[in-house]
């Protein structure tokens, strides 16, 4: 059974960059059929679709915050990472490490979430 | 960018009730329509994708429904363990979610 569990720091500085990793066991970040992402859920704004990646490398981003956002992934190790840079306190949220699948859109990048982590709470502060 | 509103934003009903759950998106997004279940401290789950299409094991009591830019999910018979927070996410363009939905026990 695939699982997402994500891990990193719990607070981060303002201005810093926040960085986060995922570890995907029961399945493989290289399947062509899936897309792998990150998700966010702040008191202020509800839940917010971040980016996502292919397993070929192509990323999609959140216009709102693709200015400061990096997906990657590692094969190697099975997992996915997030960077956010220049935090604010509007950064601080849960978040959340997410598979994606097409299911006919007309958009790139995966439609819908269909595995989610348990997520992790990052806190923006000084 | 395409506004999600669902509404109401809480409500409290009994087991076995019927309830019905609405999702308004700020123009057309044909079916590209989804709902998740939440639960405190656990993942969120898939229910319906494409508006109306029960993800797998998914019990038949949910009814995704809608198209344009309305959309309703209903259960059928709310059980003890549907007590949690509901979201609608458009995949038209920007992925993009309702502010949720808490159902509650009265």
């Known amino acids: 059974q695939l699982q997402l569990q994500e891990s990193g720091p719990g607070l981060v500085k303002p201005s810093e960059t926040l960085s986060l990793i995922c570890s995907v066991s029961?399945?493989?970040?290289?399947?062509?059929?899936?897309?792998w992402g990150w998700v966010r859920q702040s008191p202020g704004k509800g839940l917010e679709w971040i980016g996502s990646?292919?397993?070929?490398?192509?990323?999609y981003y959140n216009p709102s915050l693709k200015s400061r956002v990096t997906i990657s992934g590692d094969a190697s190790k099975n997992q996915l990472s997030l960077r956010l840079n220049s935090v604010t306190a509007a950064d601080t949220a849960v978040y959340y490490c997410?598979?994606?699948?097409?299911?006919?859109?007309?958009?790139?990048?995966?439609?819908?979430?269909?595995?989610w982590g348990l997520g992790t709470l990052v806190t923006v502060s000084s | 960018d395409i506004q999600m509103t669902q509404s109401p934003s809480s409500l409290s009903a009994s087991v076995g009730d019927r309830v019905t759950i609405t999702c308004r998106a700020s123009q057309s997004i044909n079916s590209y329509l989804n709902w998740y279940q939440h639960k405190p401290g656990k993942a969120p789950k898939l229910l319906v994708y494409l508006a109306s299409n029960l993800e797998t094991g998914v019990p038949s009591r949910f009814i995704g429904s809608g198209s344009g830019t309305d959309f309703t999910l209903t259960i059928s018979s709310l059980q003890p363990e549907d007590f949690a927070t509901y979201y609608c996410q458009q995949s038209y363009n920007t992925l993009a979610f309702g502010g949720g939905t808490k159902v509650e026990i009265k």
């Open positions: 990646m292919y397993y070929s490398g192509s990323t």
């Open positions: 029961g399945g493989s970040i290289s399947s062509s059929s899936y897309y």
């Open positions: 997410v598979r994606l699948v097409e299911i006919g859109g007309l958009r790139l990048g995966g439609d819908a979430f269909d595995i």
